[in-house]
């Protein structure tokens, strides 16, 4: 049987069962230059998605959940392809809630594959911008005498052609990896404030109570978000509580802690528009705080944490932290407790 007709037979089953679906074709280079089949394949489908894509700088959204439906990959199969092609890939965070784009660096596919090029081979130069306009070509089959010339073992013996070329693949993969940056790592810590943020700031919605494994992982995707940040994950969480606190909507549907994490930028990215527009900074000068002081917030008794140019810490222990912004409404709302001999 032919590589023709196996072709085809894949083809005419797959269709036969399930109708026609789509077919990610990968350069058989792809896979020689990647450490694996899904890091080429990665690498395929985002070429494809770039050359299609409106924007002329060939950026493309594409969230954890699309690369699961086109490829079946996990988030962390998306950012370990990621790391594999370094220099051919470049990601980046746009937008009110943050969303992933991708974009294809055709130079940087073009000085890797050069690697891959006998040293006696005469190099082809395709200009970047034809190499993007250019239609996706269909897969062509691959038989016993069509292997691409550039990739034909050179040397007497193909077991000694086969050590070089894994030599060289190790050398290229381990110098990918040293130029990828480590993500901060999550302090396991935080978790718990960012649950008391919640149940201190929540107003008439559900408490809650303990740390899910889902809400563990809401979590810290909001700290990655933060590049593990924990002040400024506390800050957006703080802001988003009290936009949905004071939303009547939320309030019927008795949304919780689960619902808002999600959507934690956009709401504190709201919470922050609305105030800016209607509390303008007053001229009243603030009381002289001092860490350790007791003080009524909300009508409760709390002690001040800690005090920066940008907030204040509270803490009690029955009602828990609460983080008041200087610039904020609620900052008018912490009362010195007055201590009568």
Same mark, same amino acid.
């Given at each position: 049987?032919?590589?023709?007709?196996?072709?085809?037979?894949?083809?005419?089953?797959?269709?036969?069962?399930?109708?026609?679906?789509?077919?990610?074709?990968?350069?058989?280079?792809?896979?020689?230059?990647?450490?694996?089949?899904?890091?080429?394949?990665?690498? $395929?489908?985002?070429?494809?998605?770039?050359?299609?894509?409106?924007?002329?700088?060939?950026?493309?959204?594409?969230?954890?959940?699309?690369?699961?439906?086109?490829?079946?990959?996990?988030?962390?199969?998306?950012?370990?392809? #990621?790391?594999?092609?370094?220099?051919?890939?470049?990601?980046?965070?746009?937008? /009110? &809630?943050?969303?992933?784009?991708?974009?294809?660096?055709?130079?940087?596919?073009?000085?890797?594959?050069?690697? @891959?090029?006998?040293?006696? $081979?005469?190099?082809?130069?395709?200009?970047?911008?034809?190499?993007?306009?250019?239609?996706?070509?269909?897969?062509?089959?691959?038989?016993?005498?069509?292997? &691409?010339?550039?990739?034909?073992?050179?040397?007497?013996?193909?077991?000694?052609?086969?050590?070089?070329?894994?030599?060289?693949?190790? *050398?290229?993969?381990?110098?990918?990896?040293?130029?990828?940056? &480590?993500?901060?790592?999550?302090?396991?810590?935080?978790?718990?404030?960012?649950?008391?943020?919640?149940?201190?700031?929540?107003? !008439?919605?559900?408490?809650?109570?303990? /740390?899910? *494994?889902?809400?563990?992982?809401?979590?810290?995707?909001?700290?990655?978000?933060? !590049?593990?940040?924990?002040?400024?994950?506390?800050?957006?969480?703080?802001?988003?509580?009290?936009?949905?606190?004071? !939303?009547?909507?939320?309030?019927?549907?008795?949304? +919780?802690?689960?619902?808002?994490?999600?959507? #934690? /930028?956009?709401?504190?990215?709201?919470?922050?528009?609305?105030?800016?527009?209607?509390?303008?900074?007053?001229?009243?000068? @603030?009381?002289?705080?001092?860490?350790?002081?007791?003080?009524?917030?909300?009508?409760?008794?709390?002690?001040?944490?800690?005090?920066?140019?940008?907030?204040?810490?509270?803490?009690?222990?029955?009602? +828990?932290?609460?983080?008041?912004?200087?610039?904020?409404?609620?900052?008018?709302?912490?009362?010195?407790?007055? #201590?009568?001999?």
């Amino acid at each position: 049987m032919s590589g023709l007709q196996r072709q085809t037979l894949a083809a005419s089953l797959v269709t036969s069962a399930l109708g026609r679906q789509p077919v990610v074709a990968v350069p058989m280079t792809f896979i020689h230059l990647l450490p694996d089949c899904t890091a080429a394949t990665f690498l $395929a489908q985002c070429c494809y998605l770039s050359e299609q894509s409106d924007d002329p700088e060939g950026w493309f959204e594409r969230s954890h959940a699309q690369w699961r439906s086109d490829l079946c990959l996990s988030p962390e199969q998306v950012r370990r392809c #990621v790391r594999d092609c370094a220099g051919m890939v470049e990601v980046k965070k746009m937008g /009110l &809630p943050a969303r992933n784009f991708y974009r294809v660096l055709p130079e940087g596919i073009s000085t890797r594959l050069a690697t @891959l090029r006998p040293p006696d $081979a005469e190099p082809v130069t395709v200009p970047a911008a034809q190499a993007m306009s250019c239609h996706r070509e269909q897969p062509q089959p691959v038989t016993s005498g069509s292997q &691409p010339p550039a990739l034909r073992p050179t040397l007497p013996h193909s077991s000694s052609f086969k050590r070089e070329e894994q030599k060289e693949k190790k *050398t290229v993969s381990e110098r990918v990896r040293d130029d990828v940056q &480590p993500s901060p790592p999550v302090r396991a810590e935080a978790l718990p404030k960012l649950l008391s943020i919640w149940n201190t700031n929540r107003g !008439d919605l559900p408490e809650a109570v303990g /740390l899910s *494994t889902h809400r563990r992982k809401a979590m810290t995707v909001l700290l990655a978000d933060c !590049d593990g940040d924990g002040e400024r994950a506390v800050e957006l969480l703080t802001d988003a509580v009290k936009e949905v606190a004071a !939303d009547d909507f939320w309030k019927a549907k008795k949304f +919780g802690l689960d619902t808002l994490l999600p959507k #934690v /930028l956009g709401k504190a990215e709201a919470y922050r528009s609305r105030s800016a527009v209607k509390s303008p900074k007053l001229s009243e000068p @603030l009381p002289d705080f001092g860490v350790g002081q007791v003080v009524l917030y909300r009508r409760e008794r709390y002690a001040i944490e800690a005090i920066t140019d940008r907030h204040i810490d509270l803490w009690d222990e029955q009602n +828990g932290s609460a983080r008041i912004l200087i610039n904020s409404d609620d900052i008018r709302a912490i009362r010195p407790l007055e #201590v009568r001999a």
